[in-house]
């Protein structure tokens, strides 16, 4: 997993950053529990960590989940010494 640009699941509840991370592993998909990034700035403090490559088994583990507390996508982009956050869709 490239650690410089990648995925972030961001949620207002731990309980559901640990489901899906548990999904993703059952699912053979690299995830790691990270702290949310501060530009993200919303939800629970703890994120998933997942290859951008993955996005779209990703959401479609999220799609069987259904995780409650979910409250979006981001593309963090730490390259060149700063921190870029985007939605993704």
Known sequence: ??????????????????????ALKRNNISSNLITTPKKVSMGCGLSVQF?????????????RERPETFM?????????????VLPLK
């Open 1 to 22: 997993m490239n650690h410089d640009l990648f995925g972030v699941a961001s949620f207002r509840s731990r309980q559901n950053v640990i489901k899906l991370d548990r």
């Open 51 to 63: 290859d951008l490559k993955d996005f779209d088994r990703v959401r479609e583990v999220m799609s």
């Open 72 to 84: 979006g996508f981001y593309m963090v982009d730490k390259t060149q010494g700063f921190m870029r």
